[in-house]
């Protein structure tokens, strides 16, 4: 699969409750509806520089077949 949009990376590290993989089991889909992702919420935790590297370094990885 290609790698996710920039924007799709920082909203998943600042903001985990905002989306949920549409890869994950239909069950575990039902579960989580409405809980807030078990990751925490890193809005306050980094800094911008510190975001977008993390970024690029997500996006550097190769994706898998």
């Known amino acids: 699969p290609p790698h ?3 924007s ?4 998943a590290i600042v ?5 949920v ?3 994950i089991d239909a069950a575990l889909k039902t579960r989580l509806e409405g809980v807030l992702s078990p990751m925490g919420d890193f809005n306050q935790a980094m800094t911008v520089r510190q975001l977008s590297d993390m970024i690029a370094y997500l996006r550097s ?3 898998t077949p």
Do not use: K, N, Q, Y
């Open 61 to 63: 990885i190769p994706a």
């Open 8 to 11: 799709d990376l920082a909203t």
């Open 21 to 23: 993989s549409t890869e």
């Open 4 to 6: 996710r949009s920039a």
């Open 15 to 19: 903001a985990p409750s905002h989306s």
